[in-house]
């Protein structure tokens, strides 16, 4: 499965495990990255500091890409202001569109992800919108220049798995992008779980930043999204399911 | 084994005869037939290139029973099974591809079956398709109904019942054209809840138009997605510029339409190839329009007037099945329509696995509904027919046997909404 890349952007991967934001620490960093194999780290942008104490980009390895995001932001405009000031810092092209309306249960609000995608998108940026799993939403952000569509799980940091999984597989079959799970993944069975289903990549943080042991934790995440997009490459087997055969034959009226 | 399609006429004048003969048998006189014409609206569409693509690398020789199993174990059908389906290897497993067909149809359509009606309006036609009764050098009575026999047709048709009509031609741009259509199609909707058209493909405009004058649903079939093959069967007409009917589908959704139908004429060439295609075609075309109406038939070959040898081939109904059960299991959500081509036994048999629409009280000829529907002779000239059908139930008919089979007919579904 050496050609099996990850392309988001023109951009080729080997890795499909993504690091989220949430929960930053250099230990966390060099586990992502040594004992997942991660190549895309997000970070949140209002974290990144212009003064030299604290930078957390001094923290990321050189060869990763840097994923900003535009937590933080509460309207298109907001993430676009994000967005714009990233690439100012010498973040890259890549943004991950966070807006979220809500600080109780911090969901996304797609209708202002759509808008902010398409700004973004017409100024060159590579756009990983961060949604709700909604079909007709996706594929707006496909018609606005998405490079990826990246759907929750479950609630951030909830660690609660696929509860969405229904609605992120009609996204994986249906629309024409990398499709990466993001948020709520809690445990590597369920990440493998996403993988299976043919999701392109995960993204995680709290998993592993609240892992008793965070590069044990680390590898076992980067074997369960290798063993689930093997699983996908090599097609899932059988399952038998009911609906036996009709007692008259359906086809006996053909000679 | 191939048809003999080409029959001369005795009326023919001598000049007509010799540009017959030449269309046959020289190539080089005919137009290109991959290169638009002057006045055909060129759309940028990825869709050809990608049915195309599929179609041509598909080797159905290749799948083995291992593959159809696999097939029929899914959830859900991908291209890939969808071509194990299709495949010689699949005929063993009919009975098992009808269940699951079977169980796809009534999850997305529960037990309904509906009911349309076609209506010929004119017969005349600038197209020679030598398979085709209505073909330019093909001698019939032509006919071209005027609005108050197009009115009069309706009403008969509306008193029996129906709800749904699709108003057909000839292809001929100059004795049907599309203002023609659009009064009738006016018409129409005094008439009937559903306005469907099978016409000759119009540019994006006129589309626009015909939806104005109420119509919401477009039939093209493509005949054959074969080009070389088409290229030797559609000798002379715009019917000829097959690219231009290829984008028929999308650029009536472009002009508004709520839906649009597809299929080729099955007997024409490889009918696996045609069939994969067909449904290509409209898995394509709803990924890009995920919003539209679609549905597929499955006509075969049938006698014509003037040559009564013409017939299906190789696709003999149980190759129609697996096609149907195939198209079914790929593409749950589509409609499948069920023509009088097809007999009355196998026409109830399917609506049982697979098909979600039939047609009942079925003229191809031009003004003859009061006869056949009521008995009454009428002085009127009327019109002759398309192509010959298998099964002429009328609606009353067609009614109580589907319901008889324990599923639901169903007139209409359907609102306009402009």
Known sequence: MENDKLVIGGKEFNSRFILGSGKYSMKLIEAAVKDAGAEIITLAVRRTNTKDEENILDYIPKNVTLLPNTSGARDAKEAVRIARLARELGCGDFVKIEIMRDSKYLLPDNYETIKATEILAKEGFVVLPYMYPDLNVARELVNVGAAAVMPLASPIGSNKGLATKEFIQILIDEIDLPIIVDAGIGAPSQACEAMEMGAAAIMANTALATAGNLPLMASAFKSAIEAGRNAYLAGLGRVLTRGASASDPLTGFLH | ?418
């Open chain 2, 1 to 418: 084994m191939e048809n003999n399609f080409l029959i001369d006429s005795d009326e023919l004048t001598e000049t007509a005869l010799k540009r017959k003969h030449q269309l046959e048998s020289d190539p080089s006189c005919r137009i290109d037939h991959m290169k638009y014409l002057p006045g055909m609206d060129v759309i940028e569409s990825d869709v050809c290139k990608n049915v195309m693509a599929e179609m041509e690398a598909y080797d159905y020789t290749k799948y083995t029973a291992a593959d159809v199993r696999r097939a029929l174990a899914k959830d859900k059908c991908t291209i890939e099974d969808f071509k194990a389906l299709l495949s010689p290897a699949a005929e063993p497993f009919l009975e098992q591809m009808a269940a699951k067909a079977k169980l796809e149809t009534s999850k997305h359509f529960g037990n309904t079956v509906y009911l349309f009606t076609p209506l010929y309006i004119a017969n005349y036609c600038e197209n020679y398709c030598v398979y085709c009764g209505f073909n330019c050098y093909n001698k019939i009575n032509r006919l071209k109904l005027s609005m108050e026999q197009i009115e009069h047709e309706m009403k008969v048709i509306a008193d029996s019942g129906m709800e749904e009509i699709l108003i057909l031609t000839g292809e001929s741009p100059a004795k049907s054209d599309v203002k023609y259509i659009g009064e009738a199609c006016k018409i129409a909707r005094k008439y009937f809840r559903m306005v469907g058209i099978e016409i000759y493909p119009v540019n994006v405009e006129d589309y626009k138009y015909l939806h104005e004058c109420g119509v919401d649903y477009v039939t093209v079939f493509q005949e054959t997605y074969d080009t070389k093959k088409y290229e030797t069967l559609h000798l002379a007409g715009n019917k000829r510029v097959w690219p231009y009917r290829f984008d028929a589908q999308e650029r009536a959704l472009m002009g508004g339409m709520r839906g649009v139908a597809f299929s080729a004429l099955l007997g024409l060439s490889d009918f696996r190839k045609d069939a994969l295609a067909s449904a290509l075609h409209v898995y394509f075309l709803q990924r890009k329009y995920p919003y539209a109406e679609m549905s597929l038939s499955c006509p075969r070959l049938r006698p014509i007037i003037n040559n009564e040898t013409i017939n299906p081939l190789d696709v003999g109904e149980r190759q129609l099945c697996q096609i149907l059960c195939a198209y079914r299991i790929f593409l749950p959500f589509v409609g499948i329509t069920v023509s009088s081509r097809e007999t009355a036994e196998f026409r109830n048999g399917i609506v049982k696995i697979a098909a979600t629409k039939v047609s009942a009280g079925v003229s191809t000829g031009i003004g003859d509904h009061e006869e056949k529907y009521t008995g009454k002779e009428s002085d009127d000239k009327s019109g002759d027919e398309q192509f010959e059908i298998s099964d002429g139930r009328s609606l009353i008919k067609m009614y109580s046997d589907i319901a008889d089979e324990g599923l639901q007919p169903v007139f209409n579904d359907y609102i306009y909404v402009s």
